[in-house]
């Protein structure tokens, strides 16, 4: 089956920190990786997504790279902002029938002025 | 603009007491998921519906029920079979065909009195 391991924190950092929440997939079929976040009291936000292998997703200084070897789709961040803390969680996506769209369990990082 | 919309966002609820929550997209996608999320924890799936007039049982379906008369409608009733139904409830859509993220609503927080 389809599955998605990630860090589960809570992480904490200071300001400018560096970041990186590990994720780990199992899928059959060629999935799609995705990082959301959520803020407190709102939904999930789409952070980045990569679609194939060796694809990097990036967005708000936030990276990530499809690795097919280690099935992997680690975030990293390099200089982390008091406005990113969050709950931040890994997905993947696979185009068959069923249910085709899975996350992680979330890992809440707080950053710290 | 496109989107998908939960209401209310608040909902309050006396023991024994059925309630449904709404969840609505424009966004012409063919699949549509609930999940709820209880405090610190990361997001179950509740029901999930694949087409019009079909939906499936997620991990936690016992106490909850959907239709999917509509494919831009994909309301849950919270029955009072469910007895813990305090939580955060999200909707989510996506295109299943072109394997693309899921958008989600930005949830429905209810409380049982």
């Known amino acids: 089956g389809n599955s998605v391991t990630q860090m589960e924190g809570p992480v904490t950092l200071s300001e400018e920190a560096f970041l990186t929440i590990n994720c780990t997939y199992t899928?059959?079929?060629?999935?799609?990786l995705f990082w959301y976040v959520q803020y407190p009291g709102e939904g999930l936000q789409l952070l980045l997504k990569?679609?194939?292998?060796?694809d990097k997703g990036s967005n708000k200084g936030f990276e990530a790279t499809y690795r097919k070897e280690t099935t992997s789709f680690h975030l990293e961040k390099g200089s982390v902002q008091v406005s990113d803390s969050a709950v931040y969680f890994c997905a993947l996506s696979v185009n068959n029938y069923g249910q085709n769209f899975v996350f992680g369990p979330g890992t809440r990082l707080s950053v710290l002025p | 603009d496109g989107g998908i919309t939960q209401s209310p966002k608040y909902l309050f609820r006396k023991e024994g007491q059925n309630v449904t929550l709404s969840c609505e997209q424009n966004l012409n996608h063919d699949a549509m998921y609930w999940y709820r999320q209880d405090p610190g924890q990361g997001l179950r799936l509740i029901y999930y519906?694949?087409?019009?007039?079909?939906?499936q049982k997620g991990d936690i379906a016992e106490g909850y029920s959907v239709s999917r008369e509509k494919k831009e409608s994909f309301p849950l009733t919270v029955t009072s079979a469910q007895k813990n139904p305090t939580a955060f409830y999200l909707c989510?859509?996506?295109?299943?065909?072109?394997?693309?993220?899921?958008?989600f609503g930005q949830g429905t927080r209810l409380t049982v009195v």
């Open positions: 519906s694949q087409i019009v007039n079909d939906f």
């Open positions: 899928a059959t079929g060629y999935p799609s």
């Open positions: 989510a859509s996506l295109d299943s065909f072109m394997n693309t993220e899921a958008f």
């Open positions: 990569a679609t194939k292998a060796d």
